[in-house]
T-cell receptor, first 116, second 110 residues
């Protein structure tokens, strides 16, 4: 199993450009999450999904949209990138077993995004 | 929202035990205590979690205070590969969201 993979690994955007980050997991997990991590900070939750076709807002959702059309994929979109969105983006997934508070989240390797 | 408080940084010598403290005085009865760690330039990885009783696994031990207002992650013999940022997190019921603080940066000296 590849686990959680993220595409691309690194990207440079100009202000106002759009892009989509792809997260894929091959563990048949129900829950998926997008986080951002700024230098010297902990991760902050952007959006999450508790199942195919569902999404919900996290702590810092503004400027981002997400879609979960397939169970194994969770897309994060930036419609009009801003320098404040320069960050490292991590995707994670979690199985349903054990309930929401129990099971482990599995993280991808991250995508480094620089917005000029 | 229940929050956690951890020291910003700690140092340890290789081969010695490390005790990483975490305070969570506003924890609710249904919050699980999770520990994750983040190695340099990597995504976080799960270490251990517990509810009320102490827990052991191959990576670490988790000691939870009787009143659940604090916990301690114990690395029994620190290695250089254990140098990382360690996050103590209370897991919310809704959607299993994890709220990360700034964590404790552990450095291990040879």
């Amino acid at each position: 199993n590849a686990g959680v993979t993220q595409t691309p690994k690194f990207r440079v955007l100009k202000t106002g450009q759009s892009m989509t980050l792809l997260c894929a997991q091959d563990m048949n997990h129900e829950y998926m999450y997008w986080y951002r991590q700024d230098p010297g900070m902990g991760l902050r939750l952007i959006h999450y999904s508790v199942g195919e076709g569902t999404t919900a807002k996290g702590e810092v959702p503004d400027g981002y949209n997400v879609s979960r059309l397939k169970k194994q994929n969770f897309l994060l979109g930036l419609e009009s990138a801003a320098p404040s969105q320069t960050s490292v983006y991590f995707c994670a997934s979690k199985p349903l077993a054990g309930g929401p508070s129990v099971a482990t989240q599995y993280f991808g390797p991250g995508t480094r995004l620089l917005v000029l | 929202d229940a929050k956690t408080t951890q020291p910003n940084s700690m140092e340890s010598n290789e081969e010695e035990p490390v005790h990483l403290p975490c305070n969570h005085s506003t924890i609710s009865g249904t919050d699980y205590i999770h520990w994750y760690r983040q190695l340099p330039s990597q995504g976080p990885e799960y270490v251990i979690h517990g509810l009320t009783s102490n827990v052991n696994n191959r990576m670490a031990s988790l000691a939870i205070a009787e009143d659940r207002k604090s916990s301690t992650l114990i690395l029994h013999r620190a290695t250089l590969r254990d140098a990382a940022v360690y996050y103590c997190i209370l897991a919310y019921n809704q959607g299993g969201k994890l709220i990360f603080g700034q964590g404790t940066e552990l450095s291990v000296k040879p």
